[in-house]
């Protein structure tokens, strides 16, 4: 049920008031926060799981691997090192700055608005939450509308479990995240598309607030020649085939020599049918598009080449067959745009090099995977290749690992999360000098002389 915007004025005063008063602060606060979290998910699996797939026809495993599993792994890694990353950090001194001392201090910024997005409307409204709690922030979360299930479920359990004077939940849909973004947050986190993140970007400008923009992209997928080919079409479908391709780091596309494509469609095929049956679009282990106005959206977008895999639609439940395409032209349709959805064209590239140019012409991408058996392919493709995150040899599994830090690149997105780098982007670094008293050393101090210039050279 969408929260009357009349009411984010004074929601957002007592949320002032609560930092103000230094709530948040103490670091055992804070772990409370985060285990309760866990704690909120333990606790209602079953409903989370029947939310998910209400929502997108998620199976039980992909709750967990995709949802739940992150935020457990995230909170037990924030409590653990919370001391660590709180503690200020000593810097050194020169010797024009003695008698004295320098650090950094970490605090909380304040109040940070969470604008959650739909496709794991779990995992991307509370990963952001636990950076903000551990650094001692207030937060605001708005859950995406565009899953209905999801959110109304974290409408309720939020109050229920985290403390409800440094946490609220807003819902609602366009009229009530614009009433949201006219107020003045201390920091911004969005997770969704480009086109939104611009309009984010812009109402934070007016009161000059940091964000965090998550978008997306168009994320490559290279196939290196002596490439594993078994391995590589295992990995790659699933990783465009987990909630239906719709994941913002998901392989859009790939790219691979014309000696190594039909081979290539062939392990994907036979990956497919090991992993869904013969009847994908009746699978329970794959999940549905969203909904009707996305559905209308990737459906055209498979008339963009040649379909060789999948193709099927089933239109009354939102559902669309894994489907590879080839004979993709580079400015087809399908590829002007994130697809989003469970459709992977496979384009022909000479080699690595021109694979690697075709990557550069577009715009910088979220993720970038390369599938290679080649120690120099791997590092010619990390020095040439801009991109958010790179995966060598699998899929989306460098999420796994807490203290990689996540984040785009350009259009892809602004600001890193996870692990310590996402206690640090929701944290206001502050920069602190210690001055001693004695000795006073005078040479900094006017009248000037050249005696004084010689040595604020010596000493600088």
Same mark, same amino acid.
């Given at each position: ?27 055992d606060?804070?772990?409370?926060? @985060? ?26 495993q ?9 935020i ?9 090192r ?6 200020p950090r ?10 004295g001392?320098?650090w ?9 608005? %969470? ?7 779990i995992?991307l409204?509370?990963?952001?939450? %636990?950076?903000? @709690? ?6 605001v ?15 309720e359990?939020?109050?229920r ?17 614009? *009433?949201l ?8 986190f969005?997770?969704?598309s ?8 812009r109402?934070?400008?007016?009161h ?5 923009l ?7 997928c ?21 909630n ?28 497919l049918?090991?992993?869904y ?49 080839t ?48 120690? *120099? ?29 996540f984040?785009?690149?350009?259009n892809s ?9 996402g206690?640090d ?8 000098m ?12 006017p ?14």
């Amino acid at each position: 049920m969408p929260t009357d915007p009349a009411i984010y004025p004074e929601m957002l005063a007592e949320l002032r008031a609560t930092f103000d008063r230094g709530l948040t602060r103490p670091l055992d606060w804070r772990r409370e926060q @985060l285990a309760a979290i866990s704690r909120m998910l333990e606790e209602n699996e079953d409903r989370v799981g029947e939310a998910l797939a209400e929502d997108l026809g998620k199976p039980a495993q992909e709750v967990l691997l995709g949802e739940t599993a992150l935020i457990f792994s995230e909170v037990e890694h924030a409590r653990k090192r919370l001391k660590r990353w709180a503690r200020p950090r000593r810097v050194h001194t020169p010797m024009v700055g003695q008698p004295g001392r320098s650090w950094v201090q970490p605090e909380p910024f304040g109040i940070v608005l %969470i604008i959650g997005a739909w496709n794991y409307p779990i995992q991307l409204l509370l990963s952001p939450l %636990i950076p903000a @709690l551990a650094a001692g922030n207030c937060a605001v979360l708005k859950p995406s509308e565009v899953a209905p299930a999801t959110s109304r479920l974290m409408a309720e359990l939020v109050p229920r479990y985290l403390d409800e004077r440094a946490v609220r939940v807003v819902e609602g849909a366009v009229e009530e995240t614009t *009433e949201l973004l006219k107020l003045h947050f201390d920091h911004i986190f969005y997770t969704g598309s480009s086109a939104v993140g611009r309009i984010v970007m812009r109402a934070a400008a007016e009161h000059l607030t940091p964000v965090t923009l998550e978008l997306g992209g168009k994320s490559p997928c290279v196939i290196d020649a002596g490439a594993d080919i078994e391995s590589a079409a295992r990995r790659v479908i699933w990783g465009k085939c987990l909630n239906a391709g719709q994941t913002c780091i998901a392989p859009d596309y790939v790219l691979v020599t014309p000696g190594d494509r039909d081979r290539l469609i062939g392990a994907i095929e036979h990956e497919l049918f090991e992993m869904y049956g013969s009847d994908r679009l009746g699978s329970s282990d794959y999940c549905k598009i969203i909904n009707r106005r996305h559905f209308d959206r990737l459906r055209p977008l498979i008339d963009s080449g040649r379909v060789v895999i999948g193709g099927r639609v089933d239109e009354e439940r939102c559902r669309i067959e894994p489907t590879v395409l080839t004979e993709v032209a580079a400015d087809a349709p399908v590829m002007r745009e994130e697809i989003f959805g469970p459709i992977l064209p496979v384009l022909e590239v000479a080699d690595l090099d021109e694979a690697m140019a075709f990557i550069r012409e577009r715009d910088k991408p979220l993720s970038a995977y390369l599938f290679t058996r080649s120690r *120099e392919s791997e590092r010619r493709f990390a020095e040439s290749v801009s991109t958010g995150n790179l995966c060598i040899n699998d899929t989306l599994m460098f999420m796994s690992v807490p203290e990689l830090p996540f984040g785009g690149v350009g259009n892809s997105g602004m600001g890193q999360y996870h692990g310590r780098a996402g206690f640090d982007r929701l944290s206001h670094l502050k920069s602190v000098m210690k001055r001693g008293l004695f000795p006073e050393i005078p040479v900094r101090f006017p009248p000037y002389s050249k005696l004084k210039m010689r040595l604020l050279k010596w000493v600088s």
